[in-house]
């Protein structure tokens, strides 16, 4: 929902730090990596109890799947490297609420399960809403320039990044946070599953 406002604040000096880091060499397949390894040591940091030194390598890694676009259509761009950027977001995401069960099992345990159960199956009406939209050839630059459609919904990346800022600032209202935005991501699930029956159902 805020991923459209947040492109246009952010897109112009990335656009711009992306094309200088290109003219230096960089790849955006690498700084993908890069990012990933960040956001899997902000979850490594959260199991440690260590949730300043969390946040700082969260942010580190979400500048660079940031950055890692806009390197790319600096330079050139790659089916492969959106494919790699959409497997590192998913395995980030999934990290770090991963994170907060190994941190404490029994506290954590219900919620973070509900949670991941929320994040796969919004993740799976997303990858499919995107194939069918690439099938029937829609195009959207409503999240910028992207390898796959992006569809809408009530909770996206920026929410998403703002939840785990959240639970990083209070971890010990996890399991609070961990239920309602579980519960908004089923949510967001379901109304693309509908939107999704509205436009290709009738195939």
Known sequence: MLDAAA?????????ALGRRLAALGLGADAVTLIGLLMGLLSAAFIVAGLY?????????????????GAIARAGRSTDFGGYLDITADFLFYGAVPLAFIFADPATNGAAGGFL?????VNGATFLGFSALAERHKMKTEVHGKKSLYFSEGILEGT???LFFVLICLWPTN???????????????????????RKIFGKD
Do not use: H, K, N
């Open 7 to 15: 492109r246009r604040l952010i897109d112009r000096p990335l656009e």
């Open 52 to 68: 300043s030194l969390a946040l700082v390598f969260l942010f580190a890694s979400r500048l660079a799947d940031g950055l890692d």
């Open 116 to 120: 991941l159960a929320s994040f796969y």
């Open 159 to 161: 929410e998403t990044i």
């Open 174 to 196: 996890f399991q609070v946070f961990a239920w309602l935005f579980g519960s908004l991501c089923f949510l967001t699930a379901l109304m693309r599953v509908l939107g999704a």
